[in-house]
C-alpha cells in the first residue's frame, strides 16, 4: 500500500495547473486525433492487437507502481526496438490510414479539391442508373467505379484498357455472364469506361455483414482506400447498393442512386458536403 501511496503523491500532489484557452484547444485537437486514429483501428485488423498492447500497457503499469525493476528495464531496452516493428508491422494500415487523411475529412478539404470528377454529366448519371436498372431486373452482378479526385491508375493496370464512351448498353454488355470481361470491376474517368475487369482491394471491416460477398466488400474496400465512387448491383437479389467514404449503403432505388451521383459526382464544387455534415450523415448503412 505503501507503494501506491508514494506513486498518487508523486504524480497527484501538484494540484490542478492553470488552464488556458490555448491548452483546451491543444485538448480538443488530440481528442478529435485520437478519436479517428481508434476509430480507424476498430474497423480494421488492429483492433484485436491494441486491445493486446493495452493489457501489456496495464502490466507495465502496475511494475511501476510496484516498482519491479526486472520488468521496467526489459520494457525500456525493448520499447525502441519495439517501435520500429510497429511500423514494420503495420506499414499497410499505416500507409492506408495517411491516404484517408489526405483524401477525405476537414484535411482532404483544406489541401485539395474533394470532388473533381471531371467530365462526368448527368447524362453519365443516367446511363449508369440505366444500366443498374435493366442488369438489377435481370440478376446480373455489376461493380462499376467512378473516379473522383484520387486517381485509380493502380487498380485501372490490374484489368483491360478499353477507353469507350459511358453508355449504358456497354456496361450492361460487359457484366454480361460468360463474356470475357463480366469478372471484375470496371472503372469509369469522366465520361468513358476507362477500363474492365480491374482487381479492387477487399475490405477487412468486420461490421459488414455477413450476407454480403465479395463484390460487396471489394466496393467498400475502394472507398476505405480513395475518393471513388461505386455503383454495386447483387448478383443474388438485384439490389443496388452503392458504397463511398468507406460507407456502404444498401437497397437503393433508381431515383435515389441518380441523387447520389448528381450530388457526389456531378455537383459543382460549391456544392459538396461539408465537413461537419459528415459527421452528422444518417443514410441507410450496410446491416451491422
Given at each position: 500500500?505503501?507503494?501506491?501511496?508514494?506513486?498518487?503523491?508523486?504524480?497527484?500532489?501538484?494540484?490542478?495547473?492553470?488552464?488556458?484557452?490555448?491548452?483546451?484547444?491543444?485538448?480538443?485537437?488530440?481528442?478529435?486525433?485520437?478519436?479517428?486514429?481508434?476509430?480507424?483501428?476498430?474497423?480494421?485488423?488492429?483492433?484485436?492487437?491494441?486491445?493486446?498492447?493495452?493489457?501489456?500497457?496495464?502490466?507495465?503499469?502496475?511494475?511501476?507502481?510496484?516498482?519491479?525493476?526486472?520488468?521496467?528495464?526489459?520494457?525500456?531496452?525493448?520499447?525502441?526496438?519495439?517501435?520500429?516493428?510497429?511500423?514494420?508491422?503495420?506499414?499497410?494500415?499505416?500507409?492506408?490510414?495517411?491516404?484517408?487523411?489526405?483524401?477525405?475529412?476537414?484535411?482532404?478539404?483544406?489541401?485539395?479539391?474533394?470532388?473533381?470528377?471531371?467530365?462526368?454529366?448527368?447524362?453519365?448519371?443516367?446511363?449508369?442508373?440505366?444500366?443498374?436498372?435493366?442488369?438489377?431486373?435481370?440478376?446480373?452482378?455489376?461493380?462499376?467505379?467512378?473516379?473522383?479526385?484520387?486517381?485509380?491508375?493502380?487498380?485501372?493496370?490490374?484489368?483491360?484498357?478499353?477507353?469507350?464512351?459511358?453508355?449504358?448498353?456497354?456496361?450492361?454488355?460487359?457484366?454480361?455472364?460468360?463474356?470475357?470481361?463480366?469478372?471484375?470491376?470496371?472503372?469509369?474517368?469522366?465520361?468513358?469506361?476507362?477500363?474492365?475487369?480491374?482487381?479492387?482491394?477487399?475490405?477487412?471491416?468486420?461490421?459488414?455483414?455477413?450476407?454480403?460477398?465479395?463484390?460487396?466488400?471489394?466496393?467498400?474496400?475502394?472507398?476505405?482506400?480513395?475518393?471513388?465512387?461505386?455503383?454495386?448491383?447483387?448478383?443474388?437479389?438485384?439490389?443496388?447498393?452503392?458504397?463511398?467514404?468507406?460507407?456502404?449503403?444498401?437497397?437503393?432505388?433508381?431515383?435515389?442512386?441518380?441523387?447520389?451521383?448528381?450530388?457526389?459526382?456531378?455537383?459543382?464544387?460549391?456544392?459538396?458536403?461539408?465537413?461537419?455534415?459528415?459527421?452528422?450523415?444518417?443514410g441507410k448503412k450496410a446491416d451491422e
Amino acid at each position: 500500500m505503501q507503494a501506491i501511496s508514494e506513486f498518487f503523491n508523486k504524480y497527484f500532489s501538484a494540484g490542478i495547473p492553470h488552464i488556458r484557452v490555448v491548452d483546451v484547444l491543444e485538448i480538443l485537437i488530440l481528442a478529435v486525433l485520437f478519436y479517428t486514429i481508434i476509430a480507424w483501428i476498430k474497423r480494421t485488423n488492429t483492433w484485436a492487437l491494441l486491445k493486446g498492447g493495452l493489457v501489456l500497457l496495464a502490466f507495465i503499469l502496475i511494475a511501476n507502481i510496484f516498482q519491479m525493476n526486472t520488468i521496467l528495464w526489459l520494457v525500456e531496452n525493448i520499447f525502441s526496438v519495439g517501435i520500429i516493428a510497429l511500423i514494420v508491422i503495420f506499414q499497410p494500415e499505416i500507409r492506408r490510414a495517411l491516404e484517408q487523411m489526405g483524401t477525405r475529412g476537414i484535411f482532404g478539404d483544406l489541401l485539395g479539391p474533394h470532388n473533381s470528377s471531371r467530365g462526368f454529366t448527368e447524362e453519365c448519371a443516367n446511363q449508369i442508373v440505366e444500366a443498374a436498372e435493366v442488369m438489377g431486373r435481370a440478376r446480373t452482378g455489376a461493380l462499376i467505379v467512378i473516379e473522383r479526385s484520387v486517381g485509380l491508375g493502380e487498380y485501372e493496370r490490374t484489368g483491360i484498357a478499353v477507353d469507350a464512351k459511358l453508355t449504358a448498353p456497354l456496361l450492361i454488355n460487359i457484366f454480361e455472364h460468360n463474356t470475357p470481361l463480366h469478372d471484375g470491376a470496371v472503372i469509369v474517368r469522366g465520361d468513358r469506361v476507362a477500363a474492365a475487369t480491374c482487381y479492387l482491394p477487399l475490405s477487412e471491416n468486420r461490421t459488414i455483414s455477413k450476407a454480403l460477398g465479395t463484390r460487396h466488400r471489394a466496393g467498400v474496400g475502394i472507398s476505405e482506400v480513395t475518393d471513388s465512387v461505386t455503383v454495386i448491383v447483387s448478383e443474388e437479389t438485384g439490389k443496388i447498393s452503392m458504397a463511398y467514404e468507406t460507407d456502404l449503403y444498401r437497397g437503393l432505388s433508381p431515383e435515389d442512386l441518380r441523387a447520389e451521383l448528381m450530388r457526389l459526382c456531378v455537383s459543382k464544387p460549391q456544392e459538396k458536403k461539408q465537413f461537419w455534415k459528415g459527421w452528422l450523415s444518417n443514410g441507410k448503412k450496410a446491416d451491422e
